[in-house]
């Protein structure tokens, strides 16, 4: 736990890092907010700070930039935020009077997005079809190997071989496979997820490949998400000085696998999410950190509104950003569909 003065310090180094991009010198702490105590202390608490493991200089005369703990704990501060409410409004006057279909309520979407937060932005189509577990079965290959086969309702059957840490017995993995089928059947990936973080190692492991095939069929022939504001993302100084950085999302982009790589197993619908730096599960984007939330309803229709942009990034102007476009989206979405399900007279 940091203490009051110790989170403000911190706070004041990131909002000034967002802001400026150049590490934070102690003289910038004490010129920026008056806290009572002298350029010493201030000077101790930063290194607190650091040995800590919430920020660190880049060389040794350098001012302080945070670390993923940093905006970590930042992001957990921060409570609830809301957009002004005369932004709130422009943007329902905005989807209110954009005639079209849902393709252009999207693409709306994520240019809004991409222009408020001025990173990418990403939305995915609401989709109503989302596959289900009905059934597993584990076999010995050998004694480090063993065949996964996994069959999803809509006589769907899917294989994967994989390793094991040490040797299996085929009646362990029979066991194990009884166990997952009797706990899953009729889940979906996300609720899956959810469930497994009860488990132990064993059935934890297996549940990631699981989810692994099972969210890999769900986007299998989903349309691409709708992206906008790569350009506000590269012409920032991270992309500037590190090309390769800037490769890694474009990879992902062009092999059509970013929403699998960026959605988090178990995610929670309407409630924004934070993915900070290497709390990414894909080496890829351990660079980059990820503002995300669910639209619709997953018993009907769901789909994925979210900001990709460095860990240096405007957490409260992304959060709030995407949670009020979710609210909006989420009611497009269940008028759509309750237009679609009225019975013909």
């Given amino acids: 736990m940091l203490s009051q003065r110790q989170q403000k310090i911190l706070d004041t180094i990131i909002i000034q890092y967002v802001t400026r991009a150049k590490p934070v010198p102690s003289q910038s702490i004490i010129e920026d907010r008056y806290l009572g105590v002298s350029s010493a202390t201030i000077r101790n608490e930063m290194a607190h700070l650091e040995e800590e493991g919430y920020i660190l200089r880049p060389h040794t005369s350098a001012g302080s930039i945070p670390t993923d703990k940093g905006y970590r704990h930042y992001v957990e501060s921060i409570g609830d935020i809301a957009l002004p409410e005369a932004e709130q409004e422009r943007l329902q006057q905005t989807f209110g009077s954009m005639e079209g279909g849902l393709d252009r309520w999207l693409d709306l979407a994520a240019s809004l997005l991409a222009s408020m937060v001025h990173n990418n932005a990403v939305v995915s189509a609401p989709r109503s079809s989302i596959c289900t577990f009905k059934h597993l079965e584990l076999v010995s290959v050998h004694d480090l190997l063993a065949l996964l086969v996994l069959v999803l309702n809509g006589a769907r059957v899917r294989q994967l071989l994989i390793a094991l840490d040490h040797a299996v017995t085929q009646d362990t993995l029979t066991v194990l496979a009884n166990k997952l089928s009797s706990l899953y059947t009729g889940l979906n990936a996300r609720k899956i997820a959810g469930v497994s973080k ?36 590269f012409s920032q100084p991270e992309f500037i000085n590190n090309r390769s950085l800037a490769l890694s999302l474009v990879e992902l982009i062009e092999d059509g696998s970013l929403l699998r790589n960026i959605i988090p197993p178990g995610m929670d619908d309407r409630r924004v999410q934070v993915i900070i730096g290497k709390e990414n599960r894909a080496e890829l984007i351990h660079g980059y950190s990820i503002v995300l939330s669910r639209y619709g309803t997953p018993e009907r229709a769901s789909g994925t509104i979210g900001v990709i942009g460095p860990t240096r990034m405007p957490y409260p102007r992304a959060i709030a950003t995407v949670r009020f476009l979710t609210l909006i989206l989420s009611r497009l979405v269940d008028h ?10």
């Fill in 198 to 233: 009860q488990m132990g190692p064993a059935e934890q492991k297996m549940t990631e490949y699981v989810v692994k095939i099972m969210e890999a069929e769900d986007e299998h022939d989903n349309p691409q998400p709708y992206l906008d504001g790569l350009h506000f993302l």
């Fill in 336 to 345: 759509l569909y309750n237009i679609n399900s009225r019975p013909e007279n």
